[in-house]
């Protein structure tokens, strides 16, 4: 490639000036080729790989330059990494990988995808299924090599007892976090972001794909771009690479697939802030882009895990601006009062009249092994209960001193609430009060009705039995002021499955389902040709499988980078 046509971001901005005006901007999606956006007649920057999403993305760009192609990453976020910062780190890893045979334990492959389908319910794809752990202990010595430390092997949470927990140990001078920290996810961004670096491959921040341009029921050939400037073209002459995200922050999106987990207005019921302040705004950018061109979408009605936070409606934040994105400086990952079984047993939870809805104690259900939490999945009592209140919801787990000091809650930072620190406390998810009429009037419950449950609750305790909802005993009178109340919050988090792709990570064509008389490998299917998907976008691991999918994202993003980069080249400007 010639010195003029090498990408920088300079190239970018100059090229935003010289855009044609007869190129539409992002409009209306559709679900079909046809309705596609006209092709540029004028490109501002050719390459050949484009890789949207600095996440996972870095690893598909990794191996997309390994293997020869001329490569840019897009990331519409100040920052890299997306929600891997916000991420624990670890990953179910198996098939003997390096960190197993470090530790001595004994695995293998078809262990490993019989779990993994344990897991999924069996509605993983297996084809996918068998590919990603195929290449799955290769992913963990691929990242070794690239920095990453691992620690001892735990756990992790597929069916015991193959231990397959895989995560990063600290390794100061490396990267920041590890081991302990509360997102060691960052500790593989910052690897790619390195090795990025070394390979000359360059990161755009603040540039946001707002559409992917196909040549009619043709391969992809580059997608429209907005930044600072205003609105750029790029042509990728072998391939398009998604790594967009999820789309749990896009309201829209989540009422059709899942009413129930969205509330009348943004903050309704809690939910993570969308504003793009606390939160990585994820909005479906590649999922609907890529519905326009024609890929489909597979089974996304499980949506997410849902938690409930109970003082805060946030996940994770940054306390100060600007913040240092390599050190790791300023995270706060707060989720609000600490939800612990204790914290069941001893507050109660009420609804939008004051009165209690279910008994408190299912909210603290233990984990089912290799299949997560109970209080997290929406069809389990505890969230199934709460999302089956009547809209717009306003639930609160109501305490006195006595159990606020036993559960040793920091009432000089709930007093003080800032959602940018700390626990990341919410002022309105917050009340305290000297008496119950009070407390009732912050929360915007009728205080007669709070007054008379509370009542009610306090008779079971002294009567030793509930008789309401069966909480068991030993229950915790609320009597003693200051009276305390936390909001509760739906949190939308860990989105399950995405775009349809085969084991190449290639996006599938929708329309090839008209076909639809004989069923055939998903590598038969047609695909949209030059287009991929990988991590959370295309992610086709089944219904609500387990937590700790960092392994497989990474995999998969490897083999969209290798595949893309071997793509015929489109002509050059």
């Known amino acids: 490639?010639?010195?003029?046509?090498?990408?920088?971001?300079?190239?970018?901005?100059?090229?935003?000036?010289?855009?044609?005006?007869?190129?539409?901007?992002?409009?209306?999606?559709?679900?079909?080729?046809?309705?596609?956006?006209?092709?540029?007649?004028k490109w501002d920057k050719e390459v050949d790989v484009v890789v949207v999403g600095a996440g996972v993305g870095m690893a598909a760009a990794i191996e997309a330059k390994t293997a020869g192609a001329d490569v840019v990453v897009v990331e519409k976020g100040d920052h890299v990494g997306g929600l891997w910062m916000t991420a624990g780190g670890s990953c179910s890893m198996g098939g003997n990988n390096v960190v197993q045979q470090r530790d001595g334990v004994k695995d293998d492959d078809e262990a490993w995808y019989q779990d993994e389908m344990w897991a999924s319910e069996y509605r993983g794809q297996p084809e996918i299924m068998r590919a990603l752990i195929a290449r799955g202990a290769e992913t963990i010595k691929w990242m070794q090599d690239l920095g990453i430390v691992w620690a001892p092997i735990a756990a992790g949470v597929l069916r015991p007892p193959i231990k397959r927990g895989v995560q990063p140990a600290q390794a100061p001078g490396v990267y920041a976090g590890g081991l302990g920290t509360p997102n060691s996810g960052i500790c593989w961004?910052?690897?790619?972001?390195?090795?990025?670096?070394?390979?000359?491959?360059?990161?755009?921040?603040?540039?946001?794909?707002?559409?992917?341009?196909?040549?009619?029921?043709?391969?992809?050939?580059?997608?429209?771009?907005?930044?600072e400037t205003g609105t750029i073209n790029v042509k990728a002459r072998k391939g398009v690479i998604l790594c967009a995200g999820t789309w749990t922050d896009n309201n829209r999106m989540a009422q059709a697939w899942d009413p129930r987990i969205v509330g009348p207005d943004t903050y309704g019921d809690g939910g993570t802030p969308a504003d793009g302040k606390l939160y990585v705004d994820s909005s479906g950018d590649g999922h609907l882009a890529a519905a326009e061109v024609g890929a489909g979408f597979s089974d996304m009605s499980?949506?997410?895990y849902i938690y409930?936070?109970?003082?805060?409606?946030?996940?994770w934040g940054w306390g100060a601006d600007p913040v240092d994105w390599t050190t790791n400086k300023n995270y706060a990952a707060g989720k609000g009062l600490p939800r612990t079984a204790d914290f069941f047993q001893r507050v109660i939870l009420v609804k939008n009249d004051g009165a209690r809805w279910i008994n408190e104690a299912e909210g603290a259900k233990p984990s089912v092994p290799g299949r997560g939490g109970w209080s997290e999945w929406p069809e389990w009592p505890y969230t199934s209960g709460y999302l089956s209140l009547p809209q717009p919801r306003n639930v609160w787990a109501v305490a006195d001193a006595d159990?606020?000091?036993?559960?040793?809650?920091?009432?000089?930072?709930?007093?003080?609430?800032?959602?940018?620190?700390?626990?990341?406390?919410?002022?309105?998810?917050?009340?305290?009060?000297?008496?119950?009429?009070?407390?009732?009037k912050k929360i915007g419950v009728d205080p007669a009705k709070l007054q008379e449950t509370i009542n009610k609750y306090n008779g079971f305790v002294d009567a030793g039995?509930?008789?309401?909802?069966?909480?068991?005993?030993?229950?915790?009178?609320?009597?003693?002021?200051?009276?305390?109340?936390?909001?509760?919050?739906?949190?939308?988090?860990?989105?399950?499955?995405?775009?349809?792709?085969?084991?190449?990570s290639q996006v599938l064509e929708q329309a090839d389902q008209m076909n639809g008389q004989k069923a055939v490998s998903i590598d038969q299917e047609k695909t949209i040709p030059h287009l991929y998907a990988a991590g959370e976008l295309g992610n086709a691991l089944g219904w609500r499988r387990v937590h700790n999918s960092l392994g497989h994202y990474t995999t998969a993003a490897r083999i969209a980078g290798e595949n893309a980069a071997k793509e015929t080249g489109l002509p050059s400007i």
């Open 189 to 227: 961004t910052q690897v790619w972001e390195k090795k990025l670096k070394a390979q000359g491959v360059p990161i755009l921040l603040k540039h946001r794909m707002t559409r992917i341009y196909r040549d009619g029921t043709g391969p992809v050939v580059g997608i429209e771009i907005k930044n």
């Open 302 to 304: 499980f949506v997410s």
């Open 1 to 41: 490639m010639s010195e003029q046509n090498k990408l920088t971001r300079r190239d970018f901005i100059k090229g935003a000036a010289a855009l044609s005006a007869s190129v539409a901007t992002a409009g209306l999606l559709t679900n079909t080729a046809q309705a596609a956006a006209p092709i540029p007649t």
């Open 403 to 440: 159990t606020a000091a036993a559960l040793k809650w920091p009432i000089e930072d709930m007093k003080k609430a800032n959602p940018k620190v700390g626990l990341m406390f919410d002022p309105a998810c917050l009340a305290i009060a000297d008496s119950l009429e009070e407390l009732g």
């Open 465 to 504: 039995k509930d008789t309401d909802f069966g909480k068991p005993m030993p229950l915790s009178k609320i009597a003693k002021p200051p009276f305390y109340a936390a909001k509760a919050s739906v949190i939308r988090h860990t989105q399950r499955n995405g775009l349809r792709v085969n084991t190449k």
């Open 308 to 315: 409930l936070f109970y003082g805060s409606r946030s996940y």
